[in-house]
């Protein structure tokens, strides 16, 4: 590729990705600015901070290639395509919503766009997101799965069965570990004796990589990367520990109170974006967001409850 043409696309990378950043950001600062007002029928656990992580690795993936994450969603919903008003309608309650308005903020779900489902307990998504792999394989589909997941769920013994299968039958997927440090309240290093999550992941037998800056560009290229490793090279699994912070308490609309232990070093990458981009551009992107936003506050506000007869719908007994 000629030098100008990969200038020219890197730009086009810098300003999909700030955009994608700026309207996560903004989206989430207005839920928590509505919260209050019990509109919102369910909690709410915002990525506010972090969402570099779900932005930049979804720029490197395809509409068919597929994602499952956790309650902490909203982020990954929007970086791989779902739609807000779906999404809005979802957290208010309303039959509009993504799942009928029966599941909330907690269990985003768009299937048409390969976002397979979020679960409120804590590591579940993980074995589904290989089982879905697995089936990738088996049915040889040139697709890949990336599952999410936090610092707090690599905790769990079926993190480690899943990274062991997943190694053991090369399956075509990539882990995405959002290491904010916190479960909650607990630091990290009162939970983990080493606590150096890609050192402890490479033992399953796979490529594993700690990506220390809390940019997206740098995740897009790593994921990419990993992407067509597995599509070329038939390589896989993959495993990314990416540093990150959240800036809000665990669930809720505050400002974290333990904000002292944010560390110095992650920065807030919508910040650093904004550097790169042109104010044209960026007054572009302020319009659009705000115009997309009150369109969304609007369907999910109009929009109604879900029936009574609704209730005994998409449950299994
Ligand atoms: C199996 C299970 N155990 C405990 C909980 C309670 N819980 C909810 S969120 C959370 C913290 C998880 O932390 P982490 O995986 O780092 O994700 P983060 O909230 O930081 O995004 C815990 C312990 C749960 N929901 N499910
Ligand atoms: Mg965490």
Do not use: F
């Given at each position: 590729m000629k030098n100008e043409n990969r200038k020219s696309n890197k730009t086009k990378l810098i300003n999909n990705l700030y955009k994608s950043l700026y309207r996560i950001r903004t989206i989430e600062e207005k839920i928590a600015l509505i919260y209050p007002t019990d509109q919102i029928k369910s909690p709410v656990h915002l990525s506010i901070g972090q969402e570099a992580v779900t932005v930049g690795a979804c720029?490197?993936?395809?509409?068919?290639d597929v994602v499952f994450g956790t309650y902490r969603g909203h982020s990954l919903y929007l970086a791989k395509g779902g739609d807000l008003n779906g999404m809005m309608a979802e957290l208010y309650g309303?039959?509009?919503?993504?799942?009928g308005g029966k599941g909330g903020s907690m269990h985003l779900v768009d299937t048409n766009r390969g976002i397979m489902g979020m679960s409120a307990?804590?590591?579940?998504t993980i074995p589904q997101a290989a089982g879905y792999a697995y089936a990738f394989k088996v049915m040889k589909q040139n697709n890949i799965v990336v599952s999410f997941f936090g610092?707090?769920?690599?905790?769990?013994g079926v993190f480690h069965e899943t990274l062991n299968f997943a190694a053991l039958k090369k399956l075509p997927m990539i882990f995405v570990c959002e290491?904010?440090?916190?479960?909650v309240l607990s630091h990290q290093s009162e939970r983990q004796?080493?606590?150096n999550i890609a050192e402890r992941a490479s033992v399953y037998g796979m490529h594993s990589e700690k990506i220390d800056q809390n940019d997206p560009y740098t995740i897009y290229e790593k994921v990419n990367w990993a992407r067509n490793q597995i599509i070329e090279k038939g390589r896989g699994p993959f495993f990314f520990e990416c540093m990150t912070e959240r800036y809000?308490?665990?669930?809720?609309?505050s400002e974290r109170d333990?904000?002292?232990?944010?560390?110095?070093?992650?920065?807030d990458p919508l910040q650093q974006l904004s550097k790169l981009v042109s104010s044209d551009f960026k007054q572009n992107v302020f319009k659009e967001v705000d115009l997309e936003l009150k369109q969304a506050i609007n369907f999910a506000e109009k929009s109604a409850f879900p029936a009574k007869d609704s209730l005994y719908k998409d449950v299994y007994a």
């Open positions: 720029a490197a993936l395809l509409e068919a309303k039959s509009t919503g993504v799942a307990v804590v590591a579940t610092d707090g769920a690599t905790e769990e290491n904010n440090q916190y479960a004796s080493n606590t809000r308490e665990h669930v809720g609309p333990d904000i002292k232990t944010l560390s110095a070093e992650i920065v």
